[in-house]
């Protein structure tokens, strides 16, 4: 009797393994999982390209200011000049020294910073970073298109299109595709860091 029943029910047994029912679902959940990482990589450039832009433009406004200030007590020391008339003059050189003091002090701001100075180096890191998550993004659109090929073709493929319409009512998922004007580059602009 068991034999039987069992021998009645293989066909069917054979028919719901080999129509898809385990390998759709496989295939449909890896599709998602794959458009998932794209989101994930999409927030991940979200979050880290505005705070490095934010991070070079500050050490850049930080260095812009400690060498403005070395420009301009260096035109302020070579503007106040000491002739030989002026020597026995005390306010002449009192100007003469604090002008020079101020030089110094700049120079002094400058050889202390100097160690510090990164913004070329900030800018690469930037342009690195950038790169890798663009990077980050198009293997992660690539995945998720490769997984939407594979269920698209399992859905569509005998015997699994008797399962995915039967069983799923299964319909094909979109692709990933470039927005239109896409080839051209992203831009950072760094035009109003101040």
């Known amino acids: 009797m068991r034999l039987r029943l069992l021998a009645a029910f293989a066909p069917v047994l054979l028919?719901?393994?080999?129509?898809?029912?385990?390998?759709?679902?496989?295939?449909?959940?890896?599709?998602?999982?794959?458009?998932?990482?794209?989101?994930?990589?999409?927030?991940?450039?979200?979050?880290?390209?505005?705070?490095?832009?934010?991070?070079?433009?500050?050490?850049?406004?930080?260095?812009?200011?400690v060498l403005r200030e070395v420009t301009e007590a260096r035109a302020s020391a070579t503007r106040i000049t000491v002739t030989p008339e002026q020597l026995s003059d005390p306010a002449a050189m009192a100007r003469f020294a604090e002008a020079q003091?101020?030089?110094?002090?700049?120079?002094?701001?400058?050889?202390?910073?100097?160690?510090?100075?990164q913004t070329n180096a900030n800018f690469r890191d930037l342009q690195s970073q950038i790169e890798g998550t663009e990077n980050r993004i198009q293997v992660a659109r690539r995945d998720y298109n490769s997984a939407v090929q594979a269920y698209n073709t399992e859905i569509r493929t005998f015997p699994s299109v008797i399962g995915a319409r039967i069983i799923y009512g299964s319909q094909p998922m979109t692709p990933f595709e470039a927005?239109?004007?896409?080839?051209?580059?992203?831009?950072?602009d760094f035009g109003n860091m101040q």
Do not use: K, M
């Open 179 to 188: 927005e239109a004007g896409a080839q051209g580059a992203p831009t950072v």
């Open 15 to 65: 028919f719901l393994t080999a129509c898809g029912v385990n390998s759709i679902p496989t295939a449909e959940e890896t599709a998602r999982a794959r458009w998932a990482d794209v989101q994930s990589q999409y927030q991940r450039r979200a979050d880290l390209i505005p705070n490095l832009v934010n991070t070079v433009r500050a050490a850049a406004q930080q260095e812009r200011t």
């Open 101 to 117: 003091g101020r030089l110094t002090i700049s120079l002094q701001r400058l050889q202390e910073a100097y160690p510090e100075l």
